[in-house]
């Protein structure tokens, strides 16, 4: 089915334009119709969770069973971090980036996290550089095309593939499938991504139809860290079909400042619940932390993004005095 919800052309006469009770009405259009898998090759700056229908409207769809497939936006280049648009800062969106097919993230893909609720997002990455894609026959049929709006397609595909083959499959679930089974992707000379460029890394949908274990979440965020707080975060760890049982855990980071530990126990038997602990040191740096808490068994890996920024204050450092009363 195609809902169409970008109606108005923008005020440069490029592309079209919409609005959120439109997009929203189309999202409940297609849970009505029936349809399992949502494509939104769209996206907006991020407003408070509660307050954007689009957001809440993919929320509701979720709960509905319907899986949707959100582009991660393209705006890296502009503003780096944080840049992921609305309403990939859905929860229970599979939030997309876009990658090359030899897997390497483009320089454009937006990257995480939520800059409002501080999520991990993108959750994974699929082709998004240089894809064939159809338009108007008066325009030539076929053009290439760049962008986490070509992404997010393969992902809708792949979620309707292990929909179709799993149908049993709660979205989180599936979501779960596609993250945890993902392969690294890598930015500049073989070096892997970090997490908040790649999510969880590239789709590997044949991996995923087997992916012996859920986690949810199946990202992590722990969002901001004060130096000298810890916070923990519980992940639930459920059979997916030939999963259960004791697997072995270790932490992979990426980069960081000192000061900075994420650790697990070294063993976790499933079902059940891996507890991860974030620490910032009282000196650690002002900096974002990444990596991947890693499952292992009997040659099988499933790997769990995570994110954190320690944050310092600058007004501790400035000259001040008590105020003794009022005025």
Known sequence: GNYRVLTTPTISGVGLNGNSPEIAAAIEAAVRDGMDVINLSLGEPEIAPERDLVVRAIEGAAAAGVVSAIAAGNDFGLYGTGSIASPGSARSAITTAAASVDRRIAGFSAGGPTPISLQLKPDVAAPGVGILSSVPAREGTWAGFSGTSM???????????????????????????LTLTARAAEVGASREALTTRQGAGFIDVAKADQPLVFAQPSGVSFGFLRRGRAATRPVSLTDAGGGAGEWAVSVARQGAGSGIAVTAPTRVTVPGTLTLRATAGRAAAQSNATGFVTLSRAGQTRRIPFWLRVTTSRLSRLPARSLSRTG
């Open 151 to 177: 992404a997010t397609p393969h992902v809708a595909g792949a979620a309707a593939l292990l929909t179709q083959r799993h149908p049993t499959w709660t979205v989180a679930q599936l979501k779960s499938a």
